[in-house]
């Protein structure tokens, strides 16, 4: 039993595990890889649902199974408020700017073409709304657990600010491989920004916001514009 609780076990455990589990979801579990035998709104939400047990409840149970103290692994890993205060308060600063870049970002005939991943999910407002709450809670709030939690905080002790900035934002930048260069080259800036964030207010939720609302919004103003009036796209 006192092996099974070794303080460094869950950390041995968790890694490998996880570079079985990137190589699985940007292969097999890809939503590319999903649409050859399904239709792409199922193959999407089939992603997001691997999304979320590889890199969320996965990862967490492995935690709770091997860490000597799996609460204070977990809030390490940012699993908590954190400085709320710093938090809000950078949450509220980035509002305008994530929807300033969200609207430039829809006029982009690149990005239109990559998002939503499911076209489909635009076909009513129901299925749109229901797709854009599976993106939040499945997508984005364990790829900032993955990213910013356990690729970052927990790492941040041993590797010191820079490398640690430095190795999320490689691993996830090249997790956009095959998306527009422009995407590519802001997801590599908005990792750095995304990990001081984290490493400011001590936790990875107030990244999930941030990260969602340029996304999600990203997406709104997509569905917007492909639902407007014909007309208005004839007076442009």
């Known amino acids: 039993m006192d092996t099974l609780l070794d303080p460094g076990l869950a950390r041995a455990l968790l890694y490998p595990y996880l570079a079985l589990a990137f190589t699985l979801m940007v292969t097999v579990f890809h939503h590319r890889s999903l649409r050859r035998n399904r239709d792409e709104l199922n193959a999407v939400l089939l992603y997001f649902a691997a999304f979320f047990l590889f890199f969320l409840v996965a990862p967490i149970a492995l935690i709770m199974l091997s860490a000597a103290d799996p609460g204070a692994f977990l809030?390490?890993?940012?699993?908590?408020?954190g400085r709320s205060g710093r938090g809000l308060a950078l949450s509220a600063a980035a509002v305008p700017v994530c929807l300033a870049?969200?609207?430039?970002?829809?006029?982009?005939?690149?990005?239109?073409?990559?998002?939503?991943?499911?076209?489909?999910?635009?076909r009513t407002p129901a299925t749109f709304v229901a797709y854009e709450?599976?993106?939040?809670?499945?997508?984005?709030?364990?790829?900032?657990?993955?990213?910013?939690?356990l690729l970052f905080l927990v790492l941040l002790p041993a590797l010191g600010l820079g490398p640690a900035l430095a190795l999320q934002a490689i691993i996830s930048t090249l997790h956009h491989f095959g998306h527009p260069d422009s995407e590519i080259w802001a997801a590599c800036g908005s990792s750095f920004i995304f990990g001081l964030v984290a490493w400011i207010t001590g936790s990875f939720l107030y990244t999930v916001f941030i990260h969602a609302l340029v996304g999600m919004a990203n997406d709104t103003f997509l569905y917007l514009r492909w639902h407007r009036p014909r007309h208005m796209d004839g007076a442009q």
């Open 101 to 122: 870049a969200a609207f430039i970002g829809s006029r982009d005939p690149a990005m239109r073409e990559q998002y939503p991943f499911a076209k489909a999910a635009c």
């Open 133 to 149: 709450a599976a993106y939040l809670v499945l997508y984005y709030l364990p790829w900032e657990f993955l990213y910013r939690g």
């Open 75 to 81: 809030r390490s890993a940012g699993l908590t408020l």
